[in-house]
Every structure is written in C-alpha cells, then in structure tokens.
C-alpha cells in the first residue's frame, strides 16, 4: 500500500528566502508525481507534475525534483513571497491495470511573513 | 478553457438523508475522479470513472456511489449520511493518467 510523507507539516518563513519541502512515497512504481497548492477551504491548484522517467520540472520561482529509486521528491520555492502563504500537497499516481489514482501527503502549511 | 466545476459549493444536510453532487470536467477529459478531504484523515480516493466505467474504488463504505455520464459529466452519491461524513469533496479531472485538475470542492456539512 503506497503511504506518502510529508515534512515538515508545517512551516514559516520571512519574505525572500527560499525554501525546500520535502515529500517520500513507500512504493517507488508510480507513474507520475504532482504538487499542488491548497488555499484554505479551496479546491487544488495544479503546479507541477513530473512523469516518473523525468527528474525534475520547472515553473517560474518553483523546481520540483524526483528520486524514484529513494522514492523522494522535493518542492524548492525560490524568493518566496507572501502570497505563497498556503498549503502544498505532494500526490503520486500508481496505477494497476486499467485503474489508477492519486495518493496524497498530509500536506506542509507554508507561512511566508513579510 | 473552463476548469472543474462542482456544484453545489455547500450543503447542509440532516443526519440520515442522502446527497447527490455534481462534477463537470475539463472539456474533453474523460477521467473524472472524487476525493474526501478531512482534517483528521486528510485527502482520501473515493472512486474514478473513465468513459462512463468505475476503474477504480476507495476504501468507502457502499453508502458511497457515483456514476458518470456520456458527456463525462460525473455524479457522487451519499446515501444516510452521517455526522463522520462532513467533509470537503474534491473532484478531478484528467485526460488520462495524465495531470490532474481539481475543482473548487462541494463542503458537506451534517448536522
């Protein structure tokens, strides 16, 4: 059974650092891997996907990593600000088969001060 | 293009009664699935539906249905709700296997 870890759960930071977050998955046979940004009581927001035969992917101030052998990830936030102030969510796609779903990390709750 | 679409955005139902929401994906994207968020067990996969097909199911009990439409229009139903069911019920959509796009989120709420 895939579990999926995220650290730290929580954490806060002054304006204009930058940051690492961390996430580790048990079964390192998945198809692909996603973070996603929770604003409270919203839906998710989409930020990175990296297929399982990549290693990482980039968005303006965000590079996501992928070590599937160590069944590792990792979400860098470069210059942060503010109004990234919220949740992230790492997710990992298995499939078996013709099904496959999503299993998700609890989460780090990102505080950025100014 | 036009996101996820859930509706309702809240409900409020009684102990007992049953609740049907609604999910209109990406247009062209043929995968819907639902996920329960709480705050104690976090994001849970409730089921998936591709053309119309369960491909795969949670560990939820039979109270939890769902069907999906020929326009991949796709319908979550809970029937004798309990209080342990309020929840934030998340869908999501894809082409595949591929990106998932979530919508806004249906808040139950069970008094």
């Known amino acids: 059974k895939q579990e999926v870890t995220q650290i730290p759960a929580a954490l806060s930071v002054p304006e204009g650092e930058n940051l690492v977050l961390n996430c580790s998955f048990t079964?390192?046979?998945?198809?692909?891997l996603q973070w996603f940004r929770q604003d409270p009581g919203k839906g998710l927001t989409s930020l990175l996907l990296?297929?399982?035969?990549?290693r990482e992917q980039t968005s303006g101030r965000l590079n996501a990593s992928l070590d599937k052998s160590s069944g590792r990830s990792t979400l860098y936030i470069a210059a942060s600000q503010p109004g990234d102030s919220a949740t992230y969510l790492c997710?990992?796609?298995?499939?078996?088969?013709?099904?496959?779903?999503?299993?998700f990390g609890t989460g780090t709750r990102l505080q950025v001060t100014l | 293009k036009a996101g996820v679409t859930q509706t309702p955005r809240y409900l409020i139902k009684t102990r007992g009664q049953q609740v049907t929401l609604s999910c209109s994906p990406i247009?062209?994207?043929?995968?819907v699935s639902w996920y329960q968020q709480t705050p104690g067990q976090g994001l849970q996969f409730l089921f998936e539906?591709?053309?119309?097909?369960?491909?795969n199911k949670g560990n939820f009990p039979g109270r939890f249905s769902g069907r999906q439409f020929s326009n991949s229009r796709s319908e979550m139903n809970v029937s004798t709700l309990e209080l342990g069911d309020s929840a934030l019920y998340l869908c999501?959509?894809?082409?595949?296997?591929?990106?998932?796009?979530f919508g806004q989120g249906t808040r139950l709420t069970v008094v």
């Open positions: 999501a959509s894809s082409l595949t296997d591929t990106e998932a796009f």
């Open positions: 079964d390192s046979a998945i198809y692909n």
């Open positions: 990296i297929q399982s035969s990549q």
């Open positions: 997710a990992v796609r298995t499939n078996t088969g013709t099904a496959s779903k999503l299993t």
């Open positions: 247009s062209g994207h043929r995968s």
């Open positions: 539906y591709f053309s119309e097909t369960q491909r």
